[in-house]
């Protein structure tokens, strides 16, 4: 089972700024946070992983709370295809794991 | 996903055949993993490979499934008599050796369908 929950859905003006938040109360101190995105039926694309710092890259931000129990993914501007079903997932330091995704966020971004 | 490259795209078997799923890892990536989704579900873990070595095959059925990552070449998951429920898209993965906490990075994925 996966290890973290997400809302099953949200909506998004387009040009706004979208806010994904998931729970990982459960996670242990070695376990980063991976997002990624899945868009209509393409593969996961990798977004954006952290451990306990905030990190931000060119697609987006991870904001992970102090105790580490969960994280928002923030979009600053989104657009009309960054509607996709957006992952949540957390894995170990380990140099390899399996990724456990489960239902993710669908992100509808509308016009 | 550019970079991890798995072919064919789309693979049509009769009941009965076997399927072969390719997929070459990220240039400097020597670990492979492989996914399957089935329609309008998400995606369910099948097997962890290194090169030669299968590290985690717990998401893998027990029977016609199979996988292997040779020293040469590309990682191949082989089903053999395939049945209507195969039908699926299985998304293959890769991520760097020796690195730890390093993403993986997914192929565009090989739909299969059943006849």
């Known amino acids: 089972d996966a290890k973290t929950t997400q809302p099953p859905s949200m909506d998004c003006a387009e040009g706004r700024a979208a806010n994904l938040p998931c729970n990982h109360s459960?996670?242990?101190?070695?376990?980063?946070v991976y997002w990624y995105r899945q868009i209509h039926s393409q593969g996961p694309q990798y977004i954006i992983h952290g451990l306990k710092n905030n990190e931000t890259n060119e697609m987006a931000s991870l904001i992970i709370t102090e105790d580490r129990k969960s994280s928002t993914l923030i979009l600053p501007h989104a657009t009309l295809r960054d509607t996709a079903v957006y992952y949540c997932?957390?894995?170990?330091?380990?140099?390899?794991?399996?990724?456990?995704f489960g239902a993710g966020t669908r992100l509808f971004v509308k016009a | 996903n550019a970079g991890v490259m798995q072919n064919p795209r789309h693979l049509v078997r009769r009941r009965g055949q076997e399927a072969r799923l390719r997929c070459s890892p990220m240039k400097g990536h020597s670990h492979v993993y492989w996914y399957r989704q089935l329609p309008e579900e998400g995606l369910k873990f099948m097997v962890y490979?290194?090169?030669?070595?299968?590290?985690?095959e717990s998401g893998m059925p027990k029977e016609r499934f199979s996988a292997e990552f040779p020293k040469e070449g590309p990682s191949i998951l082989r089903i053999q008599q395939v049945v209507r429920g195969d039908s699926a898209a299985y998304f293959c993965a890769s991520s760097p050796v020796g690195y730890s906490n390093q993403p993986q990075h997914f192929g565009d994925g090989t739909r299969l369908s059943i006849l």
């Open positions: 490979l290194q090169k030669e070595n299968i590290i985690d």
């Open positions: 459960t996670i242990s101190g070695n376990e980063y």
């Open positions: 997932i957390v894995g170990a330091d380990t140099g390899g794991f399996k990724t456990i």
